[in-house]
Structure formats: C-alpha cells, structure tokens
C-alpha cells in the first residue's frame, strides 16, 4: 500500500483533506508497520512522528504516578497520532500503544510542521 490514493482509501483524515493539502503531506509519507505492543509515543515525551492509521488500532493511555495505566482512547484509521504537535504542542500528553496489528503513513513532526506552514 503506497502512493497517494491508497493513503487517502485507507485513512479517514487523509481522504477528508482537499488535494492541494494532501500533496504537501504527501511526499514525506512514508508506510510503517504498527506491531502489537510497540510504544509509539510516552507522555512528556517529545512528539517524534505524526502516525496515520491505515489499519490497527493504537490505544491512547493515561499512566497514572503508581504507574497503572488506562485506555482514554482508540485511535483507528479515522485520526491520527501527534497531530497536535503541528498546533504547536511539542510533548505527548500520553502514552500511545498498538493494541491490533497493522500499518500506518508515517511523517516526521518536523516536516509535518513545514507542511502545515505550506
């Protein structure tokens, strides 16, 4: 699954972007495989990459300071990952984990934020 019309036919957010938008973001996609368990981002992290769901599902946890941990949400191929980075905040408020196995388009925060410039 690559190029530009298989990223918009799998990710909601993506497909919804009007073409001029999209192909900004669309040279610096770039597929990843989303394995179960991976942490793609810890709270009071800096926000490394924006992730769009193609498939899976990555939970959105909330640890708490006795270091248990709760699922605030499920992020599919509706969103995305880190998109607030680009609204100018550089740090994950929580932990995100892939939960079901599957693929993202990946793009680094900053040219996600050079592409949100454009």
């Known amino acids: 699954m690559t190029g530009r019309s298989e990223f918009q036919d799998y990710n909601r957010l993506l497909a919804a972007l009007p073409t001029s938008d999209y192909s900004v973001l669309q040279p610096y996609?770039?597929?990843v495989p989303l394995d179960v368990g991976a942490v793609l981002q810890d709270a009071g992290e800096r926000i490394?990459?924006?992730y769009f769901p193609l498939s899976g599902?990555?939970?959105?946890?909330?640890?708490?300071?006795?270091?248990?941990a709760v699922e605030t949400t499920a992020?599919?191929?509706e969103g995305a990952l880190g998109?607030?980075?680009g609204a100018g905040s550089s740090?994950?408020?929580?932990?995100a984990v892939v939960q079901i196995a599957g693929s993202a388009a990946r793009?680094?925060?900053?040219?996600?934020q050079t592409?949100?410039?454009?």
């Open 29 to 31: 996609l770039k597929e």
């Open 48 to 50: 490394q990459y924006v």
């Open 57 to 68: 599902m990555i939970s959105l946890l909330s640890v708490m300071r006795d270091g248990k």
């Open 75 to 77: 992020l599919g191929r």
């Open 83 to 85: 998109i607030g980075f």
């Open 91 to 95: 740090y994950a408020f929580s932990r």
């Open 107 to 112: 793009i680094s925060a900053s040219q996600f």
């Open 115 to 118: 592409a949100l410039k454009e």
